[in-house]
């Protein structure tokens, strides 16, 4: 049920039913698999390009997923590639909240904060 609930948050772009189903999964031990974890990704991160104001729950659940997206195996440069989409789309938004006080470790991409190394090459 969690692949057909993963292709269903994908096609339908809904932000709740991404996080209902992340922290479901959470609540009961269930850890994501790459393809949930894209869908989750693809979903949020197509909303926040669409919208003006992107919520701070928001943008500390995308990087929450992506922090459980570098403990999943990935092929070759793709874990990658979705950080520097992650960090396209949300480094303004993150920076924002920086400077607002909310804490270092909520706004970590896994091993280091992305908004100081946007700009750095990979």
């Known amino acids: ?5 993963s292709s ?7 932000r709740e039913m991404a996080r209902n189903l992340y922290t479901s999964m959470k609540q009961r031990g269930i850890q994501p698999d790459a393809g949930l974890i894209d869908s989750i990704l693809k979903c949020m991160l197509g909303w926040a390009r669409n ?17 459980a ?9 793709q874990l990658e590639r ?16 920086r400077r607002d006080g909310v804490e270092e470790s909520l706004l970590s ?10 700009n750095e090459n990979e």
């Not at 049920?1 to 609930?5: A, P």
């Not at 919208?51 to 922090?67: E, N, Y």
């Not at 979705?82 to 909240?97: H, P, Q, T």
Request: proline share 2%; glycine share 4%.
């Open 51 to 67: 919208s003006l104001i992107l919520p701070s729950a928001d943008v500390l659940f995308v990087t929450s997923v992506f922090r």
């Open 82 to 97: 979705r950080k520097r989409a992650v960090r396209a789309v949300l480094s303004d938004r993150i920076k924002e909240l």
């Open 109 to 118: 991409l896994g091993t280091s904060s992305f908004a100081d190394n946007s």
């Open 1 to 5: 049920t969690h692949l057909l609930k």
């Open 8 to 14: 269903s948050i994908q096609q339908s772009g809904q």
């Open 69 to 77: 997206a570098t403990r999943v195996s990935w092929s070759e440069g």
